[in-house]
């Protein structure tokens, strides 16, 4: 698997756990003394598993709130993306492309390298499955197929 650096690791935890923070305040009303905001339940999760592990859910957790703005009109991700950039909070539609980057890395490469990148294809093939192309499909399925068997 490949390891990335730890200051890029670092990083990306900050943007996704800022990016979390803010959505569940906003949306969900999760402020910074509610129990289940973001930065609570992190800061928990490192100390029990360390950070490296919960980097990964955290991930996970972001990829899935994605989909919690699949509906917002081009205008609404504009205002999101204005009220982020203000506060130096990476932006929805940054993660977007991330999200799809991804996607096409793992659909170029043609396996699953781990848990984040099984969910991601789990969640297209369960979402988008009836959708997709009948080979697409198969590739998809196939990919996660291998990786549960390796997992198990």
């Not at 859910?57 to 009109?73: C, E, I, K, M, Y």
């Not at 988008?128 to 399925?141: A, Y």
């Amino acid at each position: 698997m490949n390891e990335i650096p730890i200051e890029d690791a670092e990083r990306e935890f900050d943007e996704l756990l800022a990016f979390m923070c803010f959505t569940s305040a906003k949306f969900w009303g999760f402020g910074p003394e509610h129990e289940l905001n973001p930065a609570k339940v992190s800061q928990a999760a490192v100390e029990k598993f360390g950070k490296a592990k919960v980097l990964v859910g955290l991930r996970q957790a972001v990829n899935g709130h994605l989909d919690d703005f699949q509906d917002f009109s081009p205008a609404q991700v504009a205002e999101l993306d204005a009220e982020l950039r203000a506060q130096g909070i990476v932006t929805l539609t940054e993660l977007r492309w991330r999200h799809s980057s991804q996607f096409a890395t793992i659909r170029e490469r043609g396996s699953l390298e781990n848990e984040s990148e099984y969910l991601l294809v789990k969640g297209i093939l369960d979402e988008l499955g009836p959708m997709l192309w009948d080979e697409e499909r198969e590739i998809l399925d196939a990919m996660t197929r291998r990786y549960e068997r390796r997992k198990d």
